[in-house]
């Protein structure tokens, strides 16, 4: 109940693409949904999160859009950069609990 | 704003010594305080949550004994891995959080090898 899972493991997108990661949860009482951001050797970096009461979010280049019936949430890079190339995170949290985080997307984005 | 900082970023140490990490948020104060632990290509585990002034709350499987954990003021926590052995060579990180956001600031980690 407290999984996050998330897909795909690794991701290769051309520099200028889409980048979609997938996340799903099982537990209805999560309330709080960040992505995080990881380079190597560093910690990870909040990049968006969202709240189930709307459906998407849009910051930047990064969307996150949420599926609530479907407990599903995913993240959309828009015109994906080299610079882009970390892993990245899915988490949740219900209330004030501690977050789950998903297992982590190495995201490469060729040049 | 809400800026964490870890020290050392990184250590070497011989196995049986103890080792301290320390975890400062910078310009908030934070009621609770966070550390995981992350081996390679993995995702964070929890290790252990900590209020300000109160024990550390330890996830299942991790060793109390071992990983002490010290949160004494709002902008502070500890980190000492006693009687450390390869085993427990991993990245270290910590993160803090508001009492009124589920939001994490996470610091940028300390990478412990024992040798």
């Known amino acids: 109940q407290q999984q996050v899972k998330q897909s795909p493991q690794s991701l290769i997108v051309q520099k200028g693409g889409i980048s979609i990661i997938n996340c799903a949860y099982e537990n209805t009482a999560f309330d709080y949904f960040p992505w995080y951001q990881q380079f190597p050797g560093k910690g990870p970096a909040l990049l968006i999160a969202?709240?189930?009461?709307?459906s998407e979010k849009k910051e930047g280049r990064f969307t996150i859009s949420f599926n609530k019936s479907a407990k599903q949430f995913s993240l959309h890079i828009m015109d994906s950069q080299p610079g882009d190339s970390a892993t990245y995170f899915c988490a949740a949290s219900a209330g004030y609990s501690t977050l789950t985080f998903g297992k982590g997307t190495m995201l490469l984005v060729s040049p | 704003g809400a800026v964490v900082s870890q020290h050392p970023s990184w250590v070497i140490c011989k196995s049986g010594t103890s080792v301290k990490i320390e975890c400062r948020s910078l310009d908030f104060q934070a009621t609770t305080m966070f550390w995981y632990r992350q081996f390679p290509k993995q995702s964070l585990m929890l290790m252990a949550t900590s209020n300000e002034g109160s024990k550390a709350t330890y996830e299942q499987g991790v060793e109390k004994d071992k990983f002490l954990i010290n949160h004494a003021s709002l902008t502070l926590s500890t980190l000492t891995v006693t009687s450390a052995h390869p085993e427990d060579s991993s990245f270290y990180i910590c993160?803090?959080?508001?009492?009124?956001?589920?939001?994490?600031?996470f610091g940028p980690g300390t990478r412990l090898t024992v040798l």
């Open positions: 993160s803090a959080s508001l009492r009124t956001l589920n939001e994490q600031f």
């Open positions: 969202i709240r189930p009461d709307v």
